[in-house]
């Protein structure tokens, strides 16, 4: 079966860190593009962080940038989102995707991540999400 489940969620106080992961199953994603995405109580979902395989392009929203970190492990089939110094505006449902085209790029990898068509024109595969919530 092809999947991808996410995990690492949880509650952190305002400046700790969590790392998620998104295992993948029924498919091998050394060479698929990864992406990892967020949703807030009331408002659309958004790109946090976007890799591209074929040549390593890696994107990271403004609001993120400097504190998460997206990578993979090929040998566990698993993609990571390393979170620091996380925000009260940090709190939603993050959810990882996958797309098997190579594209390469930063142009590309944007358009991706936030660009207006980014769910319908990119990412075959959706994970069912994560819970963060950052609070004292």
């Known amino acids: 079966q092809v999947q991808l489940v996410e995990s690492g969620g949880g509650l952190v106080q305002p400046g700790g860190s969590l790392t998620l992961s998104c295992a993948a199953s029924?498919?091998?994603?050394?060479?698929?593009?990864i992406g990892w995405f967020r949703q807030a109580p009331g408002k659309e979902r958004e790109g946090v962080s976007c890799s591209d395989s074929s040549d390593g392009s890696t994107y990271y929203a403004d609001s993120v940038k400097g504190r998460f970190t997206i990578s993979r492990d090929k040998a566990k089939n698993t993609v990571y989102l390393q979170m620091n110094s996380l925000k009260a505006e940090d709190t939603a449902v993050y959810y990882c995707?996958?797309?098997?085209?190579?594209?390469?790029?930063?142009?590309?990898?944007?358009?991706?991540?936030?660009?207006?068509?980014?769910?319908?024109?990119?990412?075959?595969?959706w994970g069912q999400g994560t819970q963060v919530t950052v609070s004292s």
């Open positions: 029924g498919f091998t994603l050394a060479y698929h593009a």
């Open positions: 995707a996958t797309d098997p085209i190579p594209r390469g790029g930063m142009a590309e990898v944007q358009a991706m991540c936030v660009g207006e068509s980014r769910e319908s024109d990119y990412w075959e595969q």
